[in-house]
């Protein structure tokens, strides 16, 4: 199978487990990288040949690449939009099956990076075949501050330090999903004989930011103070800094989706493989790499 951005956060951990799993695994990447048991290619994803050589060698193609953050239009649409339709469009043309990864931003579509994501699933789907969707939330991985992951940041910060700088009460909900079920879904609709050709969720049970602070500190052993910052007040400045590019690397659209209403649900997909999402109770215990 094909793999693009295999070296991103979410897109190497798939890699490496699917590896580890027996699958044979090309990975694409704009950039050298290397990953155990994953032939990684280099090169552009608009380039039609790198694409259509790199699709030639697969049965499937799973499309992780993607820009997240970004303060300019016409980047989203370059690295998104246009990279999506390059590699669905051949996909369907080779007759490959496609799993496009997506996001529960493009339900919001709060800002870029969420209208970018919704575009990329109209195009999957309307020019698409033999394709599946997976819209994912917050991703609980392997320990990886260094690399784009809110919840290893934070997870640093309360090993770290004596205190913790948190949005409001943090009593809000959120849905995070655990590695391991991202796996396991994309698992499933490559194994599978038929894909649906439409959208399906893969989102964790919903519990507040809170308590999954909690089950951070528990496996830590640790107690640290919260020192609440009014939310309103920091999502107006999140406003303000939005547009400028000096503040693109900031998760700003996350923050701005803070306390509304989870707008997904894991019951399609639940029916569709049968199995339920793993609780944040049981995955905290499993992140790889967490800070002794």
Same mark, same amino acid.
């Given at each position: ?10 897109? +190497? ?6 590896? =580890? ?7 694409? =990447? ?14 552009? +994803? ?10 030639? %060698? ?8 993607? %820009?997240? %953050?970004? +303060? ?20 369907? &043309? ?5 799993? +496009? /990864? ?19 699933? *109209? /195009? ?17 991985? %392997? ?11 934070? $997870? ?9 700088? #948190?949005?409001? =009460?943090?009593?809000?909900? /959120?849905?995070? #999903? ?23 969720? #893969? ?28 939310? &309103?007040? $920091? ?17 700003? *659209? ?17 029916? /569709? $493989? ?9 995955? #905290? ?8």
């Amino acid at each position: 199978m094909l793999i693009t951005g295999c070296s991103g956060y979410v897109g +190497h951990q798939i890699a490496l487990r699917l590896a =580890s799993a027996d699958f044979e695994v090309i990975g694409t =990447s704009r950039r050298p990288f290397e990953l155990p048991g994953v032939a990684v290619a280099v090169g552009d +994803h608009l380039e039609p040949t790198f694409v259509s050589s790199a699709v030639d %060698r697969c049965d499937a193609v799973v499309h992780f690449a993607a %820009r997240t %953050r970004g +303060h300019d239009a016409a980047s989203f649409a370059r690295d998104n939009e246009d990279v999506t339709r390059t590699f669905c469009r051949e996909a369907t &043309r080779l007759g490959k099956r496609f799993v +496009h /990864i997506s996001s529960d931003q493009a339900v919001y579509q709060t800002g870029l990076y969420g209208k970018s994501k919704r575009a990329c699933e *109209d /195009i999957v789907t309307q020019e698409g075949r033999d394709y599946a969707i997976l819209r994912l939330t917050a991703v609980l991985g %392997r320990y990886a501050p260094e690399m784009n992951s809110t919840f290893s940041k934070i $997870i640093r910060k309360l090993h770290s330090s004596p205190f913790l700088v #948190v949005p409001g =009460s943090c009593e809000f909900p /959120i849905a995070p #999903v655990w590695i391991g079920d991202i796996e396991r879904a994309v698992r499933w609709f490559l194994e599978a004989g038929a894909m649906p050709d439409d959208v399906c969720e #893969v989102c964790g049970p919903v519990l507040t930011l809170a308590a999954l602070i909690d089950l951070f500190e528990q496996r830590l052993g640790k107690r640290r103070m919260r020192v609440r910052l009014p939310l &309103r007040p $920091i999502q107006a400045v999140a406003r303000l800094l939005a547009p400028f590019r000096a503040f693109a690397r900031l998760p700003l *659209d996350a923050l701005l989706d803070l306390g509304k209403p989870v707008g997904v649900s894991p019951a399609k997909l639940t029916a /569709i $493989i049968g199995q339920e999402p793993t609780s944040m109770a049981d995955a #905290v215990p499993r992140i790889e790499g967490f800070p002794a």
